[in-house]
């Protein structure tokens, strides 16, 4: 089945401790994204990624970074999180850039900072 | 820079049509979407309208481009307790990036 994973699901932590929050995609996609969801302000992307070793900042990358060593991974990573981070991340990938081309969303990872 | 703006609620009966709002600033807009989100889920792309389209119907969904006006609708048809959600408007530019909207949560009552 064609999809986009996301590992956690939820998670809760404390400020200061570095967390990775992991994503994968099993349809060969090129491009891949990250998002984050507040009430209020929709979707802003944090970072993407055309394609292996070329990652871009999206509209908010302060405090978050990215790799993409294989195609189908794009872990994101907050190495001291702060509660401004607390929120709804999601995943996304499509099979080349954003023109034209439907973004799968990943299930959505909650994350709270204390 | 670009903004993509909608309004937060619609609520709408059972049967009826909604029509979900959206404006956008980007001139250089090339592709626009709107996507749907349940609750407890991620996107789904519903449809989406190349800039120099002004209208696109898809069985129970039409979508109407004013370029002019840098504004785009999504009416849904005959609007079902499924069809609850929250509806996010979207642009693709030329750039990489995507820009998405505020979201409308649609509420549908019996």
């Known amino acids: 089945e064609a999809q986009v994973t996301q590992n956690p699901r939820y998670l809760i932590t404390v400020t200061g401790k570095k967390l990775t929050v992991t994503c994968s995609q099993n349809?060969?996609?090129?491009?891949m994204s990250w998002y984050r969801q507040d009430p209020g302000l929709g979707l802003r992307q944090i970072y993407y990624?055309?394609?292996?070793?070329?990652?871009d900042k999206g509209d908010v990358p302060e405090g978050y970074k990215v790799s993409r060593k294989e195609k189908r991974n794009f872990p994101l990573i907050l190495e001291s999180p702060s509660p401004n981070q607390t929120s709804l991340y999601f995943c996304?990938?499509?099979?080349?850039?954003?023109?034209?081309?439907?973004?799968?969303f990943g299930p959505g990872t909650r994350l709270t900072v204390t | 820079g670009e903004d993509v703006e909608q309004s937060l609620f619609l609520s709408v009966r059972e049967g009826d049509s909604s029509v979900i709002n959206c404006t956008y600033t980007?001139?250089?807009?090339?592709?626009l979407y709107w996507y749907k989100q349940e609750p407890g889920a991620g996107l789904q792309l519903l449809t989406y309208?190349?800039?120099?389209?002004d209208m696109k119907q898809d069985q129970r969904l039409t979508v109407l481009l004013n370029k002019k006006d840098k504004h785009l609708s999504l009416r849904i048809a005959d609007t079902q307790t499924g069809d609850s959600a929250i509806y996010f408007c979207a642009e693709s530019t030329n750039t990489d990036k995507l820009i998405f909207g505020t979201g409308t949560r649609l509420q549908v009552f019996p």
């Open positions: 349809m060969n996609h090129e491009y």
């Open positions: 990624s055309m394609n292996v070793e070329v990652t």
């Open positions: 980007d001139s250089s807009s090339t592709y």
């Open positions: 996304a990938s499509s099979l080349f850039s954003t023109g034209g081309y439907e973004q799968y």
């Open positions: 309208i190349f800039s120099n389209m």
